[in-house]
RNA sequence: GGAGAAAUGGCAGAGUGGUCGAAUGCGGCAGUCUUGAAAACUGUUGAGGGUCACACCUCCGGGGGUUCGAAUCCCUCUUUCUCCGCCA
């Protein structure tokens, strides 16, 4: 959520920037403006209003101590006018509070000046590539059926148990999973990070933390008895961790890191492209989260980057790093990389992880602030991205490591594992 | 799930209808003293809105009510604690 007194400074430079996310921003904008300003002018009065029966007040309750019980009657009576009008305006001025929230939640964030104008993914921007492409042989399989030869993952079983969407993963498929996790983990908390385990459900002020709310509601399983929502990454707990904290200069940059499920209803994408591991409506994910001093945050988004990088270099896949358009950007995020890694077998990139700095657009909806050593008070910058989302890897790591006698796992994850190939 | 108790500033903890945004202690910050530090002493120290700055307004778990006036009384929700039941 953008700040009212950002837009009154730099109405026009936003209204520029947004278009670069196909976002008309002058008519909102206005009427912002607008209701900000009623807001403003209705508080006023009511204010005086207040200040005036709070003055009554004391006095009637001085007279009573000195006994002059009619005069305090007298002033009783005043005191009737003051309060209709106080109720009037209290209602005026909460309603155009919460119109002016409404529109407030409707405004993306600005984009980074580096982010490219697009429309869609096709106007992502290639900054890096890194990692041979294997050649494989012309028996090579897509990752399903590889599950499948090697009965490491079950897809029918989940549709019997749950639904489309929630496979069963076995064995060495499983053992071959929980690697990557301790893996992901210990190789965060290695570069600085502390490990938490948050709630899978969270309530609904965390999901408008976030920004999941309002807009992204059919993304996520509500469960309605007890007005919970399953979460569709771990951003949303870890990050609301915070929310409604003043922090201290000297506990930045907090950086965390957390594996938890994730849940997402997905509703309307099937077909091909979607096959097997390709999108789930439950799996796992190590993500990090970064709250940090808005200086330093571009900083860390590069850090973050490199981090990410360093992973799938030990991992030895091929991957690119994009740099999401203005039309691909999610609603929160100022600038976003996405990484993708090449599936040999079905010959496609595969998202699997995507850093983001929200700059203070999430602090400013959950109201996580800090306080410099001279008192000053400012919202913190938050960050975010995934080290990695599991089963696109797993999906990755199964192709491109297939061999005719078996999947070969990589050499960094054989201390997880305990085996080095399925076969 | 049943019965009872509670929720106050960074923390602890007073406050039961008026001058209380709130005693006191701890902690934090600044200063005095000291070669330096500690101790001691002095001062200062919640958040939001509003203003050039003041003034002023709001906030004592959330919401609603009674009253001229609510941290204090009433209703309701949430959370925590104790006991019972159930349970990994």
Partial sequence: MLEVKHIRAHQEDYI?????????????FESILKLDDKRKATQK????????????????????????????????????????DSKRLGEEMSQAATELQALLYQVPNIPHPSV?????????????????????????????????????????????????????YKGKGARLQRALISYFL??????????????????????????????KEGQMYHVGNDDLYLIPTAEVPITNIYRDDLLNENQLPIQLTGYTPCFRREAGSYGAHVRGLNRLHQFDKVELVNIVKPEESYQILDQMVEHVKSILRDLKLPYRVLRLCGGDLGFTS???????????????????????????????????RFKDNHKNKALVHTLNGSSLALPRVLAGILENYQTEDGIVIPEVLRPYTGFDKIS
């Fill in 45 to 84: 009065q009511l204010d005086e209003i207040l200040s005036e029966s709070n003055s009554l007040s004391k006095e009637i309750g001085m007279l009573f101590k000195s006994g002059e019980t009619e005069k305090a009657n007298a002033l009783k009576e005043k005191t009737a006018g003051l309060k209709e």
């Fill in 116 to 168: 490219p104008a697009g429309k869609s993914e096709e106007d992502n921007e290639e900054i890096f590539k890194e990692g041979e492409i294997p050649v494989l042989s012309k028996t090579a399989l897509p990752h399903w059926e590889l599950a499948k030869k090697y009965d490491i993952i079950d897809f029918e079983l989940g549709n019997k148990i749950t639904g489309a969407g929630f496979p069963v």
């Fill in 186 to 215: 210990d190789k965060n908390i290695d570069a600085g990070y502390s490990e938490v385990q948050v709630p899978l459900l969270v309530n609904e002020a965390s999901g408008y933390g976030t920004g999941q709310l309002p807009d």
């Fill in 334 to 368: 100022a600038l976003t990389y996405d990484f993708e890694l090449f599936s040999t077998a079905q010959d496609r990139w595969l998202e699997i992880s995507s850093v983001s700095n929200f700059e203070t657009f999430q602090a400013n909806r959950l109201k996580i």
């Fill in 16 to 28: 520029q920037a947004l278009k670069k996310r196909n976002f008309e921003a002058e008519a909102v």
